[in-house]
């Protein structure tokens, strides 16, 4: 299947490990250009000679919670590309918790990396969009923002106002021709679980771990990385032409809603 990505010049936040870097493999594969961020100045260098092997990627140190940061990072990509027409907000950090241990401080922080980042980077990059005629937007969130899970607290709080976002966004965007839509996803396998594992079951195993956050996941497993990745590059494709304001969970079952 051609998905017409040959050419695009794609944005995609955290894009140096784990997910990010699985979803700019996909775009590069398909033939598009692609700007990557992170605020580690090492694993982003790292991540663009592995990567600029693939295709053609610029790379800029930027942290998303940082408004400046954010719009010099965007413009630099747009510069650097010749414009933008799909942005893939997808850093994120996890703080897991319940109410009574979770801190004001923890609340910030997600709000700012999981809600603000994706407001932020949207808005630097809404002006290169129109430019080129549209765009696409695919948000990265969690299935717990529709099947809310108290392990989970500010996830499931946070990705709740993140796929109303990704709704609102895509009525208003609508008109320029940006499209918008969202992927949830469930226990994807990231560098995030170690410190997911060690907040929630300090002294067990990561096989222990596995075993019982699993339990939960109708197929029994995590995903891989290019399990979401290809979904991405989906939306992100003329493919895609009539989705907007859709939210698509990719998640093993997970998720108990209709």
Known sequence: M????TGKLAVVTGGSRGLGKAIVRELLAEGSAVAICSRTADELAAAEAELAALGRVFAQVADVTDPGDV????????AALGGI?????????ARPGRFATLTDEDWHIDLDT???????????AVPHMRARGGGRIVNIGAVQGRAPDARFFTT????????????VLAQELAADGILVTGVNIG????P?????RDRTMPGASMAEFTARITADVPLGRFGTP????????????????YLTGTDIDVAGGMGRFV
């Open 2 to 5: 051609d998905l017409g990505l």
């Open 71 to 78: 719009q010099r990072f965007v413009d630099a990509a747009a």
């Open 85 to 93: 027409d799909i942005l893939v907000n997808n850093a994120g950090a």
């Open 114 to 124: 999981k809600l603000f980042s994706v407001i932020r980077c949207t808005r630097a």
């Open 156 to 167: 499931s709080t946070i990705r709740a106002a993140g796929n109303s976002l990704t709704k």
């Open 187 to 190: 226990l994807v396998t990231t």
């Open 192 to 196: 995030q679980w170690t410190n997911i």
């Open 226 to 241: 290019e399990e979401v990745s290809g979904v991405v590059a989906f939306l992100a494709s003329a493919r895609a032409s």
